[in-house]
């Protein structure tokens, strides 16, 4: 199961390196990393679909090898902005929402059905969601480039909280022919760190 998790954090993390754009659908399948791509995990489904209002809904779907759905994740963009972000946890009948508003976001936590918890806390320029970590990377290209750290606090929907990270360049290096720049991503929590592994990205020369 820890693989899983995992696995499934990287998924939501890799989905963000798709360009949005309306009535876009990627499927892929996730595999254990230990496993030499011989251990299937699940199956990963994004769709993305613009709303008349132009309002743009980014859906990941995480689903089991019997076909059962795992996780949902939603994002809501209205004018390139996060404005809602919704999370359904199958497994446990828990769901989570992040509403945008303002200076401020506000957390609410369910279980079967009921609100139980509930939190806000002032937006920090740096936060980001699964579905805007890499733009968020993309934006501050220049700087990773340069061998300079860029921070990231990453909104998690089961805590009611925000989580520090840090990415920084590990290494630039050509592979079949395409010039590729390796990126670290790691909690900025010495006690988080010890509980989560760092995930590694790469990204083109240009950041694509």
């Known amino acids: 199961m820890n693989h899983l998790i995992?696995?499934?954090?990287g998924a939501s993390l890799i989905l963000t390196a798709m360009s949005l754009s309306a009535k876009q659908t990627i499927k892929a399948d996730f595999f254990d990393m230990e496993s030499k791509l011989s251990k299937k995990l699940f199956t990963w489904e994004k769709y993305v679909e613009q709303k008349p209002d132009g309002t743009l809904v980014d859906t990941s779907k995480f689903i089991s090898l019997e076909g059962k759905p795992l996780v949902n994740r939603?994002?809501?963009f209205k004018n390139s902005k996060v404005v809602r972000f919704e999370a359904i946890q199958y497994q446990n009948n828990t769901r989570g929402t992040i509403d945008f508003k303002g200076d401020k976001i506000f957390f609410k936590?369910?279980?079967n059905g009921k609100q139980t918890k509930s939190d806000d806390e002032t937006v920090d320029k740096n936060l980001v969601l699964p579905s805007t970590l890499v733009s968020h990377a993309q934006k501050n290209w220049k700087t990773i480039t340069k061998g300079d750290t860029v921070k990231v606090?990453?909104?998690v929907w089961h805590r009611l909280d925000t989580v520090g990270f840090k990415m920084f360049k590990?290494?630039?290096?050509?592979?079949?022919?395409?010039y590729i720049v390796e990126v670290k991503m790691k909690p900025s929590s010495f006690l988080i760190a010890a509980l989560v592994d760092p995930l590694l990205f790469r990204f083109t020369k240009d950041g694509s």
Not at 6 to 9: F, R, V, W
Not at 170 to 178: H, I, L, N, P, W
């Open 170 to 178: 590990v290494r630039e290096f050509t592979e079949k022919g395409q």
């Open 6 to 9: 995992k696995s499934i954090l």
């Open 74 to 76: 939603i994002t809501t």
């Open 153 to 155: 606090r990453i909104a």
């Open 109 to 111: 936590y369910f279980e």
